[in-house]
């Protein structure tokens, strides 16, 4: 079948979906600033409505990530934690009924993704810990992403460690909720990085492989698939297959 890069409407993966469980992946829900780098990791918000009404119209309940493959199920997350998601996403999904997981860097709660300005990306702030409440309150869930956001394959495996099973704790300890879902950060991994996020206590883990999930995929190297804004070429796509 062949797809799209990039997750912007429905339509091209519909029969894709049906194959398994989808999970969607989104970052900040802001329009695009003047002069961003990394232009991929934004989605207006517009648009962001517009993806998640059409899936609900669709007849999609949203799920945890590792929920056993079901017709008609999908889970949304949301890396980092960002401001953004709780000011302009949270309001849409409460009014059209989702429910959605964000993976939360434990060390960088209240300040800013400082990783994405050393990667080459702006920095942008993140939930400080009574946003966090307020999102959980909707009805959201949480999880985990390191303390920091490194690259776990990357970095010596004690720190490696340090970075899981610290970044688990620390939430817990501060929301009161046990930490069953992680994401890799950057979708880094490997081997050892599965057997540490495994060790941990964590139920599932997220990468950023693309695809659906089926009944014998691996919950601790889910695929998903990144939501974005489409561009002129992906539109030039979806009109010649589906014209």
């Given at each position: 079948m062949n797809l799209p890069d990039y997750y912007s409407e429905l339509k091209p993966f519909r029969r894709h979906f049906?194959?398994?469980?989808?999970?969607?992946?989104?970052?900040?829900?802001?329009?695009?600033?003047?002069?961003?780098?990394?232009?991929?990791?934004?989605?207006?918000?517009?648009?962001?409505r517009q993806?998640?009404?059409?899936?609900?119209?669709?007849?999609?309940?949203?799920?945890?990530?590792g929920m056993s493959p079901g017709t008609q199920t999908l889970a949304i997350t949301f890396d980092d934690g960002f401001?953004?998601?709780?000011?302009?996403?949270?309001?849409?999904?409460?009014?059209?009924?989702?429910?959605?997981?964000?993976?939360?860097v434990a060390d960088r709660i209240g300040k800013t993704s400082d990783w994405e300005a050393v990667e080459g990306g702006e920095a942008r702030p993140?939930?400080?810990?009574?946003?966090?409440?307020?999102?959980?309150?909707?009805?959201?869930?949480?999880g985990g992403h390191t303390?920091?956001?490194?690259?776990?394959?990357?970095?010596?495996?004690e720190r490696a460690r340090e970075?899981?099973?610290?970044?688990?704790?620390?939430?817990?300890?501060?929301f009161g909720v046990p930490m069953e879902h992680f994401a890799y950060p950057f979708g880094d991994y490997d081997e050892g990085v599965v057997d540490l996020v495994r060790e941990a206590g964590f139920k599932t883990a997220c990468t950023m492989d693309r695809g659906v999930n089926a009944r014998e995929t691996d919950p601790f190297c889910l695929k998903r698939w990144t939501a974005r804004?489409?561009?002129?070429?992906?539109?030039?796509?979806?009109?010649?297959?589906f014209r």
């Open positions: 049906q194959e398994g469980f989808p999970i969607l992946c989104y970052h900040k829900t802001e329009p695009v600033p003047a002069g961003a780098r990394i232009r991929g990791l934004y989605l207006e918000p517009g648009l962001f993806q998640i009404r059409e899936l609900a119209k669709a007849g999609f309940s949203f799920r945890p990530p401001v953004s998601n709780l000011q302009a996403a949270a309001p849409v999904m409460r009014e059209i009924g989702c429910r959605a997981i964000n993976y939360l993140l939930m400080d810990e009574s946003q966090i409440r307020d999102w959980m309150a909707a009805g959201n869930w949480i303390c920091t956001h490194p690259r776990l394959s990357r970095i010596p495996r970075e899981i099973v610290s970044g688990k704790k620390k939430l817990e300890d501060r804004y489409p561009t002129r070429t992906l539109k030039s796509l979806i009109r010649r297959i």
